[in-house]
């Protein structure tokens, strides 16, 4: 399948000499061709002089104003001049061919928006395009990353609909999909090149300490919807698969030296500094980054330091097969997070991983270590109350801590039984050890193994079936079957309908199962226990859902519709009382049904400037024991309406332009009950359980020079000072300006 190589405003252009400008559109154009480049991609164009550039640079400085775009629309293009290197996306971008003929560049120049360049890797070893996959399916590539200012991954998936980002801290995002959000939100499985970043024995991502720094990523594949058909375990709302670039995407035509740094408001620094090189067969990325920035709430007080380095390499053999080895380590000494309910904890983290992995086009295996050394010292809010009350693990300390060492291999075999119908099958193992610790009990080893199979069948032309089947044992509880069916009807090249049905399973951490933790107060009473349960069950979710995907005016624009209903049940959550009324524990409780609709729209207005709008609803219900409840692990909350549009624009002179506006509705979130008993006693206003609408306007202007190897940047993070709460436990989120420079030699 061809990669996505094609200019992130839609056409390539050539500069040489004068500014260059793409042809207008013909009112008599006739049949589109493609011009006959280097790899078969890329629109044909000619150049024309613009001898009268004032309406050109007036339309430059309006939309410098306002501009940005999807995140499908375009794919990556670095900084640097594209190498000709017929394995790389982003940096396989040749220059495009010129036409003999006006009218035949009139017509390729909207030849733009080919659905089938854009793929994803799926877990299946093959690149496929969105449309045939079973599942919902967004791209975010690495010039949306770069054109959004985003210094984290949460901002950038923002503007995919139906995705749920909460900021809690100036370090803790929490992100899931389709209303089913909460406070130290668990039901999203994030892999970075296919190795699980999930932090098992609290249930944890840490999504401003991921082991990747931006410049080093190629492409988010963004998968909504229950995927453990494939992906097992924890691919409960969905999967978010980072893929980072291989050493000849990251080197270019350059040195392969890559240096950014970004600074600005609230002590905010990003840099990064990437080294990539390959020698015949064998390819290598190095890279440092550097984060840190302060709090929301003080300008005074660090709520994220980190310190990140990783080193990959690979060696590619004559059969397309390629061997992978990488590790990494990535050190903070501050993290604000995770924030929920009462609690605000303050923590240390480290983590170093090692992975290696053998690919071919129909077969891979991948085995990796992974440990956290994780310490978190547990505060309340408002911070009054850590004068009263305190929280201890086994022995006595303050600060939690523990040791988690994950173990995973996968394997994978896709065989094409015929032309019309293809099979795959795959198995993994996971190994789950926590040691050095204070914050459990009994045995801290679990072992997981998944089979899984599918099987794809194209019976006729416009019709595709999808069914999938994953088989799921786990230390203590019963195995577990989650089945997906897709059905994709594809009756015209440029429109696919599909309907899909899946089962997902989330299994207890090892908090919810073996924790062992104190509450006490300086009163003198006796102190409270919580400790985890032995009985329970996995958290479930049935998913149903309907999409459409169409291309209109020559692809020229591309529109996306999708509606859903989740039921989810046997929710696992804490403060549940014993016989003893001193020991609090765990237990599975109650339903909830969310269902919605999503509709968007992404179009090119000119050969320069792009943009895309789209709308989310979800409707949440849930049974009564649930409300009453009001507990951030168990009652959901969700805004039901949320709005993202944009405009980006990129212009031959190497000026660009973003904006980016996310508006979210007002929503309902469980607040602890005890706040109203507190805030009484020690003289507070406790936390109302609402938070308003805001909207967030993100802005980014940047001007390229030395040959496009260097770029100066300003961005702006909501723009527009909505001061506001995303979550009732949550900082008041402000403004943030930055500056950025970015060299590549």
Known sequence: ??????????????????????????????????????????????????????????????????????????????????????????????????????????????????????????????????????????????????????????????????????QMSGAEYDVSVRGNNQTAANHLLVLVDGRPIYEYAFGSVFWTLLPVTLPEIKKIEVMKGPSAAIYGFNAFDGVINIVTKSPQEMKGNTNGTYAQFGGGEFGTIRSTLIQAGTRGNFGYRVSFGHDQNQKWSNRDALALRSNKFNILTDYKFKDDSKFILSGGLIDSNRYDGPVFDIFDQSTELTNGYVNAAYERPNFFIRTNWTRWDRSSLTLLTPSILDSFFFQTGTDGSTALRFRNDVYTTWAQHTLDLTSTNRFLYGVNYFHNAVSNQNAFVGSLHEDRLGLYIQDEWKPTSTLTLIAGLRYDLLTGLNPTYSPRLSIIYKPHENHTFRISG?????????????????????????????????????????????????????????????????????????????????????????????????????????????????????????????????????TRGAPSIKVNAGLRGEWDNGFSAETLIHHVSAASYPVNPSYQFLGQTFGFSPPMNTVGSYTLLNMRGA???????????????????????????????????????????
């Open 1 to 166: 399948m061809p990669h996505s190589v094609f200019h992130p405003t839609g056409v390539q252009r050539i500069t040489e000499g004068t500014l260059q400008c793409s042809i207008p559109p013909s009112p008599n154009h006739g049949a589109q061709e493609n011009a006959e480049d280097t790899y078969g991609l890329g629109p044909q164009i000619r150049k024309v002089s613009c001898k009268h550039s004032f309406g050109y640079l007036f339309l430059i400085g309006l939309t410098m104003l306002l501009t940005t775009e999807s995140p499908e629309i375009a794919t990556s293009q670095p900084l640097a001049e594209q190498p000709q290197l017929p394995d790389s996306t982003p940096a396989a971008l040749p220059k495009a061919s010129i036409p003999s003929s006006a009218t035949q560049a009139e017509n390729d120049i909207f030849e733009i928006l080919n659905e089938e360049r854009e793929s994803i890797s799926r877990g299946t070893g093959q690149e496929q395009p969105i449309s045939e996959a079973p599942a919902n399916v967004y791209v975010i590539t690495d010039e949306d990353i770069r054109h959004s200012g985003a210094t984290d991954i949460p901002t950038v998936l923002r503007r995919i609909p139906g995705m749920e980002v909460m």
């Open 502 to 634: 899946s089962v997902a399973y989330r299994p207890p951490s090892f908090l919810e199962s073996k924790a062992s933790v104190f509450f006490l107060d300086m009163s003198g009473n006796p102190p409270t226990a919580g400790l985890g349960s032995k009985n329970l069950n996995p958290e479930q979710i049935v998913t149903y859902e309907g999409g459409y995907q169409g291309w209109y005016f020559k692809h020229r624009v591309r529109v996306r519709a999708d509606v859903f209903y989740n039921h989810l049940s046997d929710f696992i959550h804490s403060g549940v009382p014993t016989a003893d009324p001193l020991i609090f524990t765990f237990a599975n409780s109650g339903q909830a049904d969310i269902y919605g609709a999503e509709v968007g729209a992404e179009f090119l207005a000119t050969s320069w400037l792009t943009g895309f709008v789209n709308y989310a609803t979800a409707q949440v219900h849930q049974t009564s024991n649930l409300v009453e409840l009001q507990n951030f692990s168990a």
């Open 703 to 745: 001007y390229r020079f030395w040959r496009d190897r260097a770029e100066v940047a300003v961005t702006a993070f909501n723009a527009l000072n909505d001061r506001h709460r995303e979550n009732p436990t949550g900082e008041v989120i402000g403004t943030r300006v930055m500056g950025w420079v970015t060299l590549r030699y």
